[in-house]
Structure formats: structure tokens, C-alpha cells
């Protein structure tokens, strides 16, 4: 089960987050607790495999916006690079760096579960 604690040591600005969720402790685990069935990273690491740029982007922007409201760190920087690399149009390992995300989403999951 997540806790506040587990996502402190996660690299989660908790606070933060917690403040953007009136405090409400629960609220902001339950919304956590979603993060890892976001349809989004499935768009993101499809888009990726495709090379189409503008979905990668449309996808990981879609993902940092929910990374940056519960201020999910980690995940939310490297959700940062891949949208601002697809926003300047960049050729860049686009299907290795969703794999980087999805492996910290994983890790995100994996506390959750616990």
C-alpha cells in the first residue's frame, strides 16, 4: 500500500502535492494510485514505436500535466525531456526514453501494490 512516506523516499514533493489536494491525504493517494493505469503511457510508447512526433509529444505532455498536479518528481522530469524534445520537433531515442519513463512508472506501481 502507498504511503505518504513511501513516495517521500520515491522523490515525490509530497508536500506540494498534498497542497494541491486541500490536504486531503486520501484524495492524494487515491490519484497516485491511478497514475500507473494512464492510458497515456501506452500512447506515449506506441507513438514512440511508431516514430510520430507529434503524438509523442500530445502523449507525454498529457502525462507530465498529471505528474506536475501531484508532484510525482521523478517521473514528472523525465516526462519534461521527452515533451520538450517532441515540442522542438528533436530526433532523439524517443522509444528508449518511454521505456525510461515506463520503467519508473513501474517503480511507482510497485510501491503502490505494496
Same mark, same amino acid.
Given at each position: 500500500?502507498?504511503?505518504?512516506?513511501?513516495?517521500?523516499?520515491?522523490?515525490?514533493?509530497?508536500?506540494?502535492?498534498?497542497?494541491?489536494?486541500?490536504?486531503?491525504? &486520501?484524495?492524494?493517494?487515491?490519484?497516485?494510485?491511478? %497514475?500507473?493505469?494512464?492510458?497515456?503511457?501506452? #500512447? !506515449?510508447?506506441? &507513438? &514512440?514505436?511508431?516514430?510520430?512526433?507529434?503524438? %509523442?509529444?500530445?502523449?507525454?505532455? &498529457?502525462?507530465?500535466?498529471? !505528474?506536475?498536479?501531484?508532484?510525482?518528481?521523478?517521473?514528472?522530469?523525465?516526462?519534461?525531456?521527452?515533451?520538450?524534445?517532441?515540442?522542438?520537433?528533436? @530526433? #532523439?531515442?524517443?522509444?528508449?526514453?518511454?521505456?525510461?519513463?515506463?520503467?519508473?512508472? @513501474?517503480?511507482?506501481?510497485?510501491?503502490?501494490?505494496?
Amino acid at each position: 500500500m502507498i504511503t505518504i512516506e513511501k513516495l517521500r523516499e520515491y522523490g515525490a514533493n509530497v508536500e506540494e502535492g498534498l497542497a494541491r489536494c486541500m490536504n486531503n491525504e &486520501a484524495l492524494y493517494l487515491r490519484l497516485v494510485g491511478m %497514475v500507473p493505469r494512464d492510458q497515456n503511457f501506452t #500512447a !506515449l510508447k506506441e &507513438a &514512440a514505436n511508431t516514430g510520430d512526433t507529434r503524438r %509523442v509529444f500530445e502523449a507525454a505532455h &498529457a502525462i507530465k500535466g498529471a !505528474l506536475g498536479n501531484l508532484s510525482l518528481t521523478p517521473l514528472y522530469e523525465k516526462a519534461s525531456e521527452i515533451t520538450e524534445l517532441a515540442r522542438a520537433g528533436a @530526433d #532523439a531515442p524517443y522509444q528508449s526514453l518511454a521505456e525510461e519513463l515506463e520503467a519508473m512508472r @513501474d517503480a511507482l506501481s510497485g510501491l503502490i501494490e505494496e
